[in-house]
């Protein structure tokens, strides 16, 4: 609906204004701290409550939304703390950088993703046995 097609117009919106700057500009000052603008781009429109709800398996849904809308938050304070966290090593430590920059969002997304999920099937089978054992 409407909020996919804000993520898709946002996306493009960066690419085009991002990779052109980039383009003409040609300054390494430019460069580092320009993901912490498309960061805080993110983490703006993670914002919006329940937007992970849409991608919940059937198994989970009725039964971990709550959970859920929770994690959403979660996802945009971890995106706002990649922010932060790019903004001061580009300033701070430009030569490690590239290194923090081919490390930290791609680890720490993954052991979120890890852990969500861990999570969410953990509630969601404990809501079915409940429910199997109320039945």
Known sequence: GKFLAAWLFTGLALVLTFGTASLFLHDPLFLMPKPSVIYLIVTAMMLKRGWMLRYLPPAAQGRAEGMTVAFGYVWAG????T???NLAVAILAPASWPVFLAVFPTVSKLALFGLQF???RRLTIRRIR???AAA
């Open 83 to 85: 922010a932060a966290a």
């Open 118 to 120: 861990a999570t969410i």
């Open 78 to 81: 971890l995106m706002f703390t």
């Open 130 to 132: 409940a429910e199997m």
